[in-house]
């Protein structure tokens, strides 16, 4: 079945050392995106890739980085992660046709700890 | 004030019960609204998709959209345990690349 994976489900990291989390995609949309969600909130956009094109928000820390090397992968890099970037990672895809882009397809998720 | 307002809930109901979910939002330029889905430690999983104002029915799960209100609503009918989940609200412009703006999620119990 097509789908958005990630890997890995689990991630525990120190604070301060990089880390880096995946994303794959059988879809072969053109949009896959980087969401993070802390506990009971809604998923909070960092940035998004339109084919090559990356776009980030404007209140995305610098300390987060992303790549999308092919259509069907992309990765989220955390420089220096600190206590607060503690969260579910999501990654999710459209199609990003105008009159079908607002339907994401989402990944399970990469839980992050930080200790 | 948050654009998109949703109760977090809990939402406790009896097995068969009508769950009645809703979001309010303060930009009326929203066009395209959409129902998520989300188990614990899971990601969102899209449940119904509309656009503009009106009703749509999949199954046991009814989307209302009032655009003159500012308002959307989720109903599921014959309620099941499988359908305890934090459900998100979420809703874009409808521009290509647009973003989706989320509600915080409702989370609900359904008992048996």
């Known amino acids: 079945d097509a789908m958005v994976i990630q890997n890995p489900r689990y991630q525990v990291t120190q604070f301060g050392k990089p880390v880096t989390l995946s994303c794959s995609q059988t879809l072969n949309h053109n949009v896959m995106y980087w969401y993070q969600q802390k506990s009971s909130q809604a998923p909070k956009l960092l940035f998004h890739y339109y084919d090559k094109d990356f776009n980030n928000e404007a209140d995305t820390p610098d300390n987060f980085q992303s790549r999308r090397p092919n259509t069907s992968f992309c990765f989220l890099d955390i420089r220096s992660p600190g206590l607060g970037d503690a969260a579910m990672y999501l990654c999710a895809t459209s199609t990003g046709l105008t009159s079908t882009n607002e339907k994401l397809f989402f990944g399970s998720g990469t839980q992050l700890s930080v200790l | 004030q948050k654009e998109v307002e949703q109760d977090p809930g809990p939402l406790s109901v009896p097995e068969g019960a009508i769950v009645s979910l809703n979001c309010t939002y303060s930009n009326s330029a929203f066009q395209y609204f959409m129902w998520y889905r989300q188990y614990s430690r899971k990601g969102p999983e899209l449940l119904m998709y509309t656009y503009s104002s009106g009703n749509k029915e999949d199954g046991r799960f009814t989307a209302q959209v009032d655009k003159s209100s500012k308002y959307i609503s989720l109903f599921i009918r014959d309620s099941q345990p499988s359908d305890s989940a934090t459900y998100l609200c979420?809703?874009?412009?409808?521009?290509?690349?647009?973003?989706?703006?989320f509600g915080g999620g409702t989370r609900v119990l359904v008992k048996p």
């Open positions: 979420a809703m874009t412009f409808g521009a290509a690349g647009n973003k989706l703006t």
